[in-house]
C-alpha cells in the first residue's frame, strides 16, 4: 500500500511560482510517479509525470517550460516546481503513482494523495 501526501499549495498572483511536494509512505517501487489537477468543472488531467528508473519525465503541452518535476530519493519525496504561473492554473493538484508499466501515460494510476489547491490570481 503506498500513500502519498501532498504539500505546498497556495495562493499567489500570477507570473509567480510555487513548489509542490508529494511525500510518499516508506520505500515506495514505483514505476512512475504523477501529478494531475483538477479545476472546477473540468476533468482532471495530467500535468507531469517521472519515471522511476531512469528519471525521465514528461508533460502536458500546457505547462511546458514552465512545470518541473524531480524527485528526492533520500526523502522519498516528488517535487513539482511550478514557475511563471497563470490563473489557468489554477486547481487542485494531485500526487498519484502506480507501481508497473501500463502503455498508458496518464492512465492506470492506483494510488492517489488527497490533493493541495493552487490558486493563481489575475
Known amino acids: 500500500q503506498v500513500q502519498l501526501t501532498e504539500s505546498g499549495g497556495g495562493s499567489v498572483q500570477a507570473g509567480g511560482s510555487l513548489r509542490l511536494s508529494c511525500s510518499a509512505s516508506?520505500?515506495?517501487?514505483?514505476?512512475?510517479i504523477a501529478w494531475f489537477r483538477q479545476a472546477p468543472g473540468k476533468e482532471r488531467e495530467g500535468v507531469a509525470v517521472?519515471?522511476?528508473?531512469?528519471?525521465?519525465?514528461r508533460y502536458a503541452d500546457s505547462v511546458k517550460g514552465r512545470f518541473a518535476i524531480s524527485r528526492d530519493d533520500a526523502s522519498n519525496t516528488v517535487h513539482l516546481q511550478m514557475n511563471s504561473l497563470k490563473p489557468e492554473d489554477t486547481a487542485v493538484y494531485y500526487c498519484?503513482?502506480?507501481?508497473?508499466?501500463?502503455?498508458?501515460?496518464?492512465?492506470?494510476?492506483?494510488?492517489w494523495g488527497r490533493g493541495t489547491q493552487v490558486t493563481i490570481s489575475s
Open positions: 517521472l519515471y522511476r528508473s531512469n528519471s525521465s519525465s
Open positions: 516508506a520505500t515506495t517501487n514505483y514505476y512512475a
Open positions: 498519484a503513482a502506480k507501481p508497473h508499466p501500463t502503455g498508458k501515460t496518464w492512465g492506470d494510476f492506483h494510488y
